[in-house]
């Protein structure tokens, strides 16, 4: 199997039945524990039967159990290197952690965060993605809350380089962007959970108006995954101090960042010359050294 085991346990789990996710929660509260465990106790601890662990196994990709804590052994394995390297114990934030503490620990789910994403990201859909939008005549990017600030800023980065580009703020206005687009547009929809009901509410009526869409999301097999012709997953995991809004964010923006200068590639010296435009165009809003802003 592709990938981290864990990291495909997260994106999965919304997808699973009532006694698989309580073997995937007790699995990613404590993957080295699972990784000495038999099948009986696994199911013990699950509250489940023997049976219901293959057919859990079976549903996030693997032939039967010795496969499975095989792929998790190797997962737990990794983590614990990655602990090791960055100087921290464990990565969860508790009640005695200093302000170096924090900081390490933050700092290391969020490296880790961007590295599982590029890892893991599809990238023969993000050439499709950057395809679509480098020829559209317009462009759409909706979200809501945190994964609104991450479409802002993509909205912001494509509108620099010369695509027209809309991002609005206006969840109604997301809707009545999203009804005036057309065939050869593209609508950029993100969401973290796949699931908010007026980004998908969007996404759909831009496909419904013909318009190619993109999902920015962290579980594929979401509602929005199914909307969109192209789906780019991040791999953020939420940890008891950093919920979804935080830990989202810095997966969401990488993709961003993927997206945008692949497709600023494809248009080099269009590219080069609206940076430059833009840059001459807000200089002399800067303060110049030595001047005394008052």
Do not use: W
Not at 192 to 212: F, I, M, N, S, Y
């Amino acid at each position: 199997m592709n990938g981290d085991v864990l990291v495909r346990l997260r994106q999965t789990l919304p997808t699973l039945r009532p006694a698989e996710a309580r073997i995937a929660a007790v699995v990613l509260d404590d993957p080295p524990g699972v990784v000495g465990a038999t099948i009986t106790e696994l199911a013990a601890r699950a509250g489940t039967s023997q049976a219901t662990v293959v057919r859990f196994c079976r549903a996030v990709g693997y032939a039967g159990y010795p496969e499975f804590r095989i792929d998790l052994a190797q997962a737990t394995s990794r983590r614990a290197v990655e602990l090791e390297r960055s100087g921290i114990a464990e990565g969860e934030i508790n009640r005695t952690d200093t302000a170096t503490d924090v900081v390490s620990k933050i700092a290391f789910h969020e490296a880790r965060t961007i590295e599982e994403t590029a890892r893991m990201l599809d990238l023969d859909a993000l050439e499709r993605a950057v395809d679509a939008v480098a020829a559209a005549p317009r462009v759409d990017v909706y979200g809501a809350g945190s994964s609104g600030l991450t479409a802002q800023d993509l909205g912001q980065k494509l509108t620099r380089i010369g695509i027209a580009c809309f991002a609005p703020v206006d969840l109604h206005g997301q809707l009545q962007s999203a009804a005036l687009l057309g065939e050869g547009c593209v609508a950029v929809a993100v969401s973290h959970t796949g699931t908010t009901v007026e980004t998908v509410q969007a996404l759909t009526l831009a496909r419904d108006a013909g318009a190619t869409t993109v999902a920015v999301t962290n579980f594929p097999a979401s509602p929005l995954a199914e909307l969109a012709d192209v789906v780019l997953a991040t791999t953020a995991r939420e940890t008891q101090f950093r919920s979804g809004a935080m830990s989202s964010r810095i997966a969401q923006l990488a993709v961003v960042d993927f997206l945008f200068v692949r497709v600023a590639q494809r248009r080099y010296d269009r590219t080069t010359a609206a940076l430059k435009a833009t840059y001459e165009a807000v200089r002399p809003h800067r303060l110049t050294s030595g001047r005394n802003p008052r």
